[in-house]
Nanobody, 127 residues
Framework: QLQLVESGGDMVQPGGSLRLSCAAS????????VGWFREVPGKAREGVAC????????YYTDSVKGRFTISRDSAKNTVNLQMNSLNPEDTAVYYC????????????????????WGQGTQVTVSP
């Protein structure tokens, strides 16, 4: 089982930026499609962004397109989520997840396609 740990969550003012990191241990993260998801109490977990195994495919939910960027840092065996222009609606617990069986060039924002999940990191956007 892939072990994933999220980091970088914090409290930030509207308009600010954060960078979340998803670190893998025991396996090469490049062999997994990786998604970032977020969860607000009382609502279903939402797919935010994902990156394909070969990094040729990246996908974003409409509400974050143009503000968030997902990328791989192979040297650190991580996948990062750069979040700019944050607003209060971005407040959530953010999770990363890995999909070992994904096609090379695509990824999914559907939670059921991912096998391994981190514990989450809290992002709070508030004045």
């Amino acid at each position: 089982q892939l072990q994933l740990v999220e980091s970088g969550g914090d409290m930030v003012q509207p308009g600010g930026s954060l960078r979340l990191s998803c670190a893998a241990s025991g396996f090469i993260l490049e062999r997994y499609a990786v998604g970032w998801f977020r969860e607000v109490p009382g609502k279903a977990r939402e797919g935010v962004a994902c990156i394909s195994r070969n990094a040729l495919g990246t996908y974003y939910t409409d509400s974050v397109k143009g503000r968030f960027t997902i990328s791989r840092d192979s040297a650190k065996n991580t996948v990062n989520l750069q979040m700019n222009s944050l607003n209060p609606e971005d407040t959530a617990v953010y999770y990363c997840a890995g999909d070992r069986e994904a096609y090379a060039s695509i990824c999914s924002l559907t939670t059921s396609t991912y096998e391994d999940w981190g514990q989450g990191t809290q992002v709070t956007v508030s004045p």
